[in-house]
């Protein structure tokens, strides 16, 4: 069975323009082209370490030919890397961390459903450690309609 979400989404408009899109996450982070795994920041609660991302998955992402023909799947590797670019664009917009942030671990990893061109995979994150200019530590969830299809603890550091 699993786990109850990170926070309750209805409370949050997820229809609303994103507070920072595309292109300001990519001020903030130095992933391009195909590696930008994040599309929209929709909501964040700083007092809280919350933070809600999202990505638009589409028949263009560079692993749809490939990753089973006939039935595109996003791999669970490519989730990973949106909720640790999530997680590293939260520790340096919100709280000013500076310097570049790299991922350092992964941990508890569990994929629970497909994630298929055309759905949007919603990133839900809360920050359970955190030392200012050394490292953290991020729980993870992913949901597409409602449905959690992945969960992982993430980790980084300013490196």
């Known amino acids: 069975m699993p786990p109850p ?13 994103p507070l920072f899109d595309k292109e300001a996450i990519g001020k903030v982070n130095p992933q391009r082209f195909e590696m930008q ?3 929209g920041i929709l909501w964040y609660d700083k007092e809280n370490f919350l933070v809600l991302g999202y990505k638009d998955v589409t028949e263009d992402e560079f692993w749809v030919r490939g990753h089973i023909p006939g039935r595109p799947l996003m791999p669970g590797v490519m989730m990973v890397e949106a909720a640790a670019q999530l997680s590293s664009f939260f520790v340096k917009q919100i709280y000013k961390e500076p310097g570049f942030i790299g991922f350092t671990g992964i941990d508890s990893a569990k994929f629970r459903s497909l994630v298929q061109p055309g759905q949007r995979l919603y990133i839900l994150g809360h920050i359970i450690k955190f030392k200012k ?3 953290y530590t991020t729980r993870i ?6 449905t959690i299809v992945f969960e992982a603890v993430v980790s980084g550091m300013r490196i």
Do not use: T
């Open 37 to 39: 795994q994040l599309d």
């Open 5 to 17: 979400l990170l926070f309750d989404l209805s409370q949050i408009d997820l229809s609303a323009q």
């Open 141 to 146: 969830q992913g949901v597409v309609d409602s």
């Open 133 to 135: 200019g050394r490292k």
